[in-house]
């Protein structure tokens, strides 16, 4: 079943919301049953990352479900995530933290947030994603919402916008995509009739076209990744999305605005009994592609190098959707993914500084790094980043792929020449990815309090914004203009 070459065992979540405790016990009854060992977790938003009482109050959920949950003894640091967790943001977050972490960073010691959007390589495997859900009438704003959050800023901080699906319409083919929406009309490319034997108040907005986002079927068209995982509609589906001649990747992006997707209900189901997951040690009908069927191992990643040089025309891009973490739904799969051949297999420095040494046999922590690509297309639409409604003008598709090939070289220069035949974090000498380890650059700061010891915000209502040294580095590291923290606090 498993092809040659090195793997990794990667976990996909669908809605985790909030339910950390459950969703790693269930992984350690998964390791301890099957006998292995999974490397990483991706998890498709509606995380809620909530440090304290005050951050309640920046999650747009109603009053009753304003809970806790786990997250925030990650935080703290009572516990370790046991396993690296990589999540997007979906439309249930505390949006202060997220928007702490615009660009991406450590939420915790271990968890690294993708940042609104982004793209980063775990050894070597290129993992592109986008936070949030799509709102037509936010799309093509700018990012203008300032705390204190009022009913509407409160939810259009989450809602995708323009300058974030064209920065990652220029990526050249990532090998697995995340979002928390589904890309519009790929229920057409599965089992569409199961899945309306399930939900079958969905067909209304199947009908009139309004159920997911256009944008991300634009993308999804575009990038044409491997692998496509979301969450959002609580449940799981499958679907093959076979490329065949269509629009370029700009039209993709200028696609026209459907009507706004549907909500789905955030609590049919009081989140607080996922705990019971963590007792649930039966077998679950779908909890690993090994186990369910479905098998995405005869698949090989083909972007090995660092930057890639051209589009990769793949021929279908698999779709997964998975549930939220509740007892006996499918809210876990497993996948058993090759990684490049070429990519580093030592340990290499995680959130909390340099891992022991070991060898690959024993499986050495997976090596968290930044795309290169990423980097340059960062740099080169920092110049569009609006902090008004008002979002300026883009350039035309053939000046940004011009920008972002004058920002490659920048990249090369500065980030990986620089550093090239240095030692990295675990005393050995860089290779392909030099100067470009995350937590070279990034390291995990409590900014805020955890429960108990949070003080009053405004008025005893939301916390007052504070500036997040990792933003600080990751704008200084690229030289970028930091938009994100509090002018007064940089």
Same mark, same amino acid.
């Given at each position: 079943?498993?092809?040659?070459?090195?793997?990794?065992?990667?976990?996909?979540?669908?809605?985790?919301?909030?339910?950390?405790?459950?969703?790693?016990?269930?992984?350690?009854?998964?390791?301890?049953?099957?006998?292995?060992?999974?490397?990483?977790?991706?998890?498709?938003? &509606?995380?809620?990352?909530?440090?304290?009482?005050?951050?309640?109050?920046?999650?747009?959920?109603?009053?009753?479900?304003?809970?806790?949950?786990?997250?925030?003894?990650?935080?703290?640091?009572?516990?370790?995530? *046991?396993?690296l967790?990589?999540?997007?943001?979906?439309?249930?977050?505390?949006s202060?933290?997220?928007?702490?972490? %615009?660009?991406?960073?450590?939420?915790?010691?271990?968890? %690294?947030?993708?940042?609104?959007?982004?793209?980063?390589?775990?050894?070597?495997?290129?993992?592109?994603?986008a936070?949030?859900?799509?709102?037509?009438?936010?799309?093509?704003?700018?990012?203008?919402?300032?705390?204190?959050?009022?009913?509407?800023?409160?939810?259009?901080?989450?809602?995708?916008?323009?300058?974030?699906?064209?920065?990652?319409?220029?990526?050249?083919?990532? &090998?697995?995509?995340?979002?928390?929406?589904?890309?519009?009309?790929?229920?057409?490319?599965?089992?569409?009739?199961?899945?309306?034997r399930?939900?079958?108040?969905?067909?209304?907005d199947?009908e009139?076209?309004?159920?997911?986002?256009?944008?991300?079927?634009?993308?999804?068209m575009?990038?044409?990744?491997?692998?496509?995982?979301?969450?959002?509609?609580?449940?799981?589906?499958?679907?093959?999305?076979?490329?065949?001649?269509?629009?370029?990747?700009?039209?993709?992006?200028?696609?026209?605005?459907?009507?706004?997707?549907?909500?789905?209900?955030?609590?049919?189901?009081?989140?607080?009994?996922a705990?019971?997951?963590?007792?649930?040690?039966? *077998?679950?009908?779908?909890?690993?592609?090994?186990?369910?069927?479905?098998?995405?191992?005869?698949v090989?990643?083909?972007?090995?190098? *660092?930057?890639?040089?051209?589009q990769?025309?793949?021929?279908?891009?698999?779709?997964?959707?998975?549930?939220?973490?509740?007892?006996?739904?499918?809210?876990?799969?497993?996948?058993?993914?090759?990684?490049?051949?070429?990519?580093?297999?030592?340990?290499?420095?995680?959130?909390?500084?340099?891992?022991?040494?070991?060898?690959?046999?024993?499986?050495?922590s997976?090596?968290?790094? %930044?795309?290169?690509?990423?980097?340059?297309?960062?740099?080169?639409?920092?110049?569009?980043?609006?902090?008004?409604?008002?979002?300026? *003008?883009?350039?035309?598709?053939?000046?940004?792929?011009?920008?972002?090939?004058?920002?490659?070289?920048?990249?090369?220069?500065?980030?990986?020449?620089?550093?090239?035949?240095?030692?990295?974090?675990?005393?050995?000498?860089?290779?392909?990815?030099?100067?470009?380890?995350?937590?070279?650059?990034?390291?995990?700061?409590?900014?805020?309090?955890?429960?108990?010891?949070?003080?009053?915000?405004?008025?005893?209502?939301?916390?007052?914004?504070?500036?997040?040294?990792?933003?600080?580095?990751?704008?200084?590291?690229?030289?970028?203009?930091d938009?994100?923290?509090?002018?007064?606090?940089?």
């Open positions: 079943m498993y092809s040659s070459g090195a793997h990794g065992r990667i976990a996909v979540l669908g809605c985790c919301h909030g339910a950390l405790d459950a969703v790693y016990t269930h992984i350690h009854s998964l390791e301890t049953r099957h006998k292995y060992k999974i490397d990483l977790l991706l998890i498709c938003g &509606d995380f809620q990352a909530v440090r304290n009482q005050s951050d309640l109050l920046c999650m747009a959920v109603p009053q009753k479900y304003r809970q806790l949950g786990d997250f925030w003894r990650y935080y703290t640091g009572e516990k370790t995530a *046991p396993v967790t990589i999540v997007i943001g979906g439309n249930h977050e505390a202060n933290y997220f928007w702490e972490l %615009y660009h991406g960073g450590w939420l915790a010691p271990n968890i %690294y947030f993708l940042g609104h959007a982004g793209c980063v390589q775990v050894n070597g495997l290129r993992i592109a994603g936070s949030g859900i799509y709102k037509s009438h936010d799309f093509r704003l700018g990012h203008h919402e300032r705390m204190p959050y009022d009913h509407g800023s409160m939810r259009s901080i989450y809602h995708i916008r323009e300058y974030n699906v064209r920065r990652l319409s220029l990526l050249t083919s990532p &090998d697995v995509f995340l979002s928390h929406d589904w890309p519009c009309a790929i229920e057409q490319h599965g089992d569409l009739r199961g899945l309306l399930r939900k079958p108040f969905f067909r209304g199947i009139s076209g309004r159920l997911g986002s256009p944008p991300l079927m634009g993308l999804l575009t990038l044409r990744p491997e692998w496509w995982f979301a969450a959002h509609l609580h449940v799981k589906f499958e679907g093959v999305f076979r490329h065949e001649s269509r629009a370029g990747p700009w039209e993709a992006t200028q696609k026209e605005a459907n009507p706004d997707e549907i909500e789905i209900d955030f609590n049919d189901e009081d989140p607080s009994t705990v019971a997951q963590a007792q649930d040690t039966a *077998p679950h009908p779908s909890e690993t592609a090994v186990h369910s069927g479905t098998d995405f191992s005869d090989t990643p083909t972007s090995q190098a *660092p930057i890639p040089a051209q990769i025309s793949r021929s279908e891009t698999r779709f997964l959707a998975l549930d939220k973490c509740l007892p006996r739904r499918d809210f876990l799969e497993v996948l058993d993914i090759p990684t490049p051949l070429d990519s580093p297999s030592h340990p290499s420095a995680t959130a909390s500084g340099p891992l022991s040494t070991s060898s690959h046999a024993e499986n050495p997976p090596r968290l790094t %930044y795309d290169p690509e990423w980097l340059a297309i960062t740099r080169a639409f920092d110049e569009y980043f609006s902090r008004s409604q008002h979002q300026t *003008p883009f350039p035309d598709e053939e000046t940004a792929k011009s920008k972002v090939m004058q920002e490659v070289d920048w990249v090369r220069k500065n980030l990986m020449q620089k550093h090239a035949g240095t030692e990295d974090a675990t005393g050995e000498v860089s290779g392909t990815t030099c100067g470009l380890v995350i937590s070279e650059h990034q390291a995990f700061v409590r900014t805020a309090p955890g429960p108990g010891s949070e003080g009053q915000g405004r008025g005893g209502g939301q916390p007052t914004p504070c500036t997040n040294p990792q933003t600080v580095a990751f704008c200084k590291m690229l030289g970028i203009e938009r994100i923290n509090p002018p007064h606090l940089v």
